[in-house]
Every structure is written in C-alpha cells, then in structure tokens.
C-alpha cells in the first residue's frame, strides 16, 4: 500500500519521520522533517503504520548535506540531514509536547544551550566484524556499516582508529569472532580501549602478551576487568576538580558541554545544602555541582569504589557512599540523613514510581533531575506533582547534536504538606 504527498511535521527519538494518512499516522523511515514524500507502507499496526520513503515529492527547507559519508547507511546519527538551528528547535519542541502530554505544564518555550557540532565525543561504541573491522549498526538494523572515521568521535579518536582496527584485525585473525565490540574512550591525552570478548577466554593470553606495552590503556571489559596495558582508568577535568573515570563509569560523552550541563544544575542548587545523589555512579555529577556534604547510592559497587576515590582526590570532608539500589532509598533514610536537596540522573527509564512515592512522604524541599530522555521527565514531574512538587525551572542541553537525542535540567519544589 502507497500514499502521496505526505508531509513530514515531525521526527522521531530514532529518525524516523511522522506523517499523517487519510487512515492513520505513518512512522516513515528516511523522511526527512519538513519534506513532502511518497510512502510504502512496511507493517500496519492498530493505531499507526510503519513505512518508508520512496519519493521526495518536495524538499525539506531545513534540509542540508550530511557532511558523512556514511550517514545515509549508518545509525549512530539520524539528523544530521537537518540544519542545526532547527536540530535545536525539535528537541526543544519534543520536551514541551511530552511536558504538554504528560503533565499540567504548557510551556510556549524552553531554552536549550547549543553545542559544538561535530567532534565532541570521548566514547564511541563499535561492533567488530569476525575479521576485526570495526562497524556501526545500519539504520533500523542490526547489518553493519564499516567505518574508517565517525564525525562526531573526538580528533585523537578518529586520529587513530586505523591503528586501533589493525589492532583488533589481529586478534580476530588469530582468534576469528573473538570480539563482540570495542568501546574507545579519551581525555585528550590518553585513549582507552575496552575490548568486551564474546564469551571466549582463548584469546585473553594472546592480548596479554602481545599488547601489555601498548601506547593505549588497554582493558578486557566483562564480569571481572582484566587491565592489559596502561592504566584501567581515565582522568578529566570538570571546573577545578579531577575525576577517575573506570573502564565501565558513566561520564558524560559531550566535552564541550559538560561543564555547561552541571553549570545549570549548580546553578539552580545554590550553596551549603547536604545532597542525595542517586545513581550516583563514580560521583561526577555530585562533585562537580556541589563542593561537599554528599549521599551517593549506585547499585554499581566498583563505580562507588571511584566515588569514594573522587571525593578523596577534591579533598571532600563529608561524604558517603552506598553500594546499593536506589530502591533502598525512603523516607525514613532520607530524613535520618538530614537531606536538603535531591540530584538525580536517572537511566533513561527515568525513576520507580514507588521511589517517588518515599521521596514525596520524606518532605524533601527540592529535587534536580537530569535527564536524557523527555518522556520519562514528563512521566515523572506528573509523579512527582501529584506528591507535592512543583516544576520551578527547567532548561536543555544539547550534548548530543545530529541525533536525537537531549539532557534537559530541571527543578521541582515542595509546595504541599506532605501526604
């Protein structure tokens, strides 16, 4: 089944375009925002269908030439067809229609801080061929997409990601399939290579002796990390503080915005409150905002290890550190802890509704959530609303551009007895 002349009035969080039939919305692969296109349907569903684009009929205004040259095959970007100005405008406008659907909140507006937009970051993921060529996911697939650069790796990435692949052409030459993907992290310094190994121990006496010398921190990732070579950390700098950063840490992968991201959360904290980080990971977050006086609870016990390290390295005086799940926190802990204000920077299925509910019973006067995905941020202001709270600020940033993906930071205060 075909439709014509289908406008494209939005996109979706994986690219896809959003256009209307005369029966029902379309999700359409390689439609471009703005343009008016022919479409196939792939799959009806109940309420929508999937199709593709088969015909530009008008081209999108906000249309421009994706400088990769893999863009068009590979899945890592799926916006970097769109001129940036209006990348900013549709992240913008996907917070305000899911803070419109899900909560009391109809904002006309929201400031986003903008970003660098290409080469800003110091992670990327690849899947390794059997051969060890290094690839990207194709769009709306799990086929690969060889690569020799990616745009939006910082330079010392790119730099030397043909040495990195000779290095994983190796292994996978003497042990084929060997790899399942390679994570590769920077401070700008140094490089870290983390090798996740499928399910295969043959290969580690190899890289053991081949590569302990290499110039590349070196890591074997899985159930227990085996440091090959270098260091089994990084360090980077956040305002005036230093932090260790494991082979498995969470840390932001926007260098550029990093400090504009916690600068706003700072900002909105104020100074001499006693902070409630959960999912604090190795405390980054925490420690760049607030200059002491931390909680942290991580379910990850070796991210908590470099919490307790981060801390000691900025010479915090008052802290603690919990190795346990953020459903372990109530309000019985929260008020024996003498909590002010929650920090928190959940994953991107954004919080329990119970954790709420003990967080809404602990009277706590203010929360900060950051968050990466807008859906669930509504979802849980509509929670925390019907808790007591009230949103006071928010604003975005974008540490993600060509993709659609967005932090956005806000504040919730109590404004209701607590229930």
Do not use: W
């Given at each position: 089944m075909?439709?014509q002349d289908?406008?494209i009035?939005?996109?979706l ?7 209307e039939t005369?029966?029902?919305?379309a ?7 703005g ?19 088969i015909?530009?009929i ?6 421009t030439?994706?400088?990769c ?8 970007c799926?916006i970097?067809?769109i001129k940036?100005?209006?990348?900013l405008?549709?992240k913008k ?7 419109g ?9 929201i400031e986003i801080?903008p970003?660098k937009?290409?080469?800003y ?9 059997k ?6 996911n ?14 939006l790796?910082?330079e ?7 040495k990195i692949?000779?290095?994983t052409k ?8 060997s790899?399942?993907?390679i ?10 290579l983390?090798?996740?190994l499928e399910?295969?121990k ?5 890289i053991?002796?081949k590569y302990?010398?290499?110039?590349f ?6 159930k ?6 270098g260091?089994?950390?990084l360090?980077y700098?956040i ?7 494991s ?5 932001q992968?926007n260098?550029?915005?990093?400090e504009n ?12 409150k006693?902070?409630l ?11 760049a ?21 981060n801390?000691?390295?900025n010479?915090?005086?008052?802290f ?10 109530d ?9 002010d204000t ?6 991107r299925?954004g ?5 709420i509910?003990?967080?809404g019973?602990s ?5 900060i959530y ?14 925390f609303e019907k808790?007591?709270?009230k949103l006071?600020k ?8 060509q993709?659609?993906?967005v ?13």
């Open positions: 075909k439709y289908i406008y009035r939005d996109i969080i994986d690219g896809r375009g959003v256009g005369p029966d029902k919305v999700f359409i692969e390689g439609a471009v925002y343009e008016v296109c022919d479409i196939e349907i792939i799959e009806e569903k109940k309420n929508f269908y999937n199709a593709k684009k015909k530009t008008k081209e999108s205004p906000v249309k030439q994706a400088p040259p893999y863009f068009y095959e590979c899945g890592a799926t970097m067809d940036y100005d209006q990348q405008q549709i406008n996907l917070i305000l229609q899911a803070l659907k899900s909560t009391s909140y109809k904002l006309d507006d801080i970003s937009e290409l080469r970051r110091n992670k990327i993921r690849l899947q390794v061929e051969d060890g060529r290094l690839a990207y194709k769009s709306y697939s799990n086929d690969l997409v060889y690569i020799k650069d990616c745009l790796a910082r010392e990435i790119s730099e030397n990601l043909t692949e000779a290095i190796d292994i996978s030459e003497n042990f084929p399939g790899i399942k993907e994570t590769i992290r920077s401070n700008s310094k140094d490089l870290m983390n090798l996740d399910n295969n043959e290969p580690i006496s190899y053991k002796e302990k010398n290499s110039n921190f070196i890591n074997i990732v899985g227990e990390n085996i440091n090959i070579s260091k089994d950390h360090e700098k305002f005036d503080k230093t932090f260790r950063i082979a498995n840490d969470f840390y992968v260098d550029s915005q990093i991201l916690y600068g706003e959360a700072k900002k909105l904290l104020g100074r001499g006693k902070v980080d959960l999912y604090c990971g190795s405390a980054t977050s925490s420690i905002i607030n200059d002491d006086r931390l909680v942290g609870v991580e379910i990850n016990k070796n991210a908590i290890q470099d919490a307790k390290i801390a000691e390295i010479d915090l005086k008052d603690k550190f919990i190795a346990k799940n953020a459903k372990y926190i309000e019985k802990f929260i008020k024996k802890e003498k909590i929650l920090i928190v920077d959940p994953p299925a919080l329990d509704k119970d954790l509910k003990s967080i019973k009277g706590l006067k203010e929360i950051i968050s990466c995905n807008p859906q669930t941020l509504a979802r849980d202001i509509n929670r808790q007591g709270y006071e928010i604003k975005a940033v974008d540490m993600f551009p993709t659609m993906h932090e956005t930071v806000v504040l919730m205060t109590r404004v209701a007895p607590t229930k």
